[in-house]
Structures are given as structure tokens and as C-alpha cells.
């Protein structure tokens, strides 16, 4: 029931902006959680921003100067504005939530189908 959706994908200049937006819907009794993730096609996933249930946002990848992250815990959402985009930023952002459905489930990661990025003249 749980889905985490992304937007804001697009093709863009190298030098332009993006800002991707996440939603999560269904049943959630807590949401722990946001983060993004930065996916080349064939390889794993790096985290490009972590952000915490108090709006505290970590952004571990040398790229973080250009990247910024936030997170509406009372609409569920989640954004990344990525600025001056280069070629090198072309990949698919994904998205994830953790969160509870219930009371007494367990603590759970639910991940969007991601966003495409393209950035090329």
C-alpha cells in the first residue's frame, strides 16, 4: 500500500537547475527517514543526501556543494534541488522512505521507481 513516488526528472543543460520531488503515500504510522540516491545504469546506489525526521540533512558525496535537500515530514515529501548540473550528474535519483506502517510493524524501506536526470546539450 505504501508508495514512494518521484518528479521533477527531466533533461537539462549542463550549467541548469532541477528540483526533484518526492511523495509518500498509504499508511504510515511514523516515517523515520527520507533519502536520496544517486543510481549510474549498472552500478549500486550512493547516497547523495540522508535527511532525519528532525529536517537534519547529511549529504556524504563531494557533490553535496551543489545539492540540496529537505524534507516535510507533515506532507510526507521529500526534494533535492540540484544546481549548475554537469554531464557527469546524468543518472537516475531515487528515492526512499523508512518509516512504520503500524504500530507493531517493523521499521521498513520503501524506494520510488527513481527519476531520470540527463544533463546534455
Known amino acids: 500500500q505504501v508508495q514512494v513516488v518521484e518528479s521533477g526528472g527531466g533533461y537539462v543543460q549542463p550549467g541548469g537547475s532541477l528540483r526533484l520531488s518526492c511523495a509518500v503515500s498509504?499508511?504510515?504510522?511514523?516515517?523515520?527517514?527520507m533519502a536520496w540516491y544517486r543510481q549510474y545504469p549498472g552500478k549500486q546506489r550512493d547516497l547523495v543526501a540522508f535527511i532525519s525526521s528532525d529536517g537534519t540533512v547529511t549529504y556524504p558525496l563531494p557533490e553535496k556543494d551543489r545539492f540540496t535537500a529537505s524534507g516535510d515530514n507533515d506532507k510526507k515529501m521529500a526534494f533535492l534541488q540540484l544546481n549548475d548540473l554537469k554531464v557527469e550528474d546524468t543518472a537516475e535519483y531515487l528515492c526512499s522512505a523508512e518509516l512504520r506502517q503500524f504500530s507493531d510493524s517493523v521499521r521498513t524501506t520503501y524506494w520510488g521507481d527513481g527519476a531520470q536526470v540527463t544533463v546534455s546539450t
Open positions: 498509504g499508511n504510515i504510522f511514523e516515517l523515520y527517514a
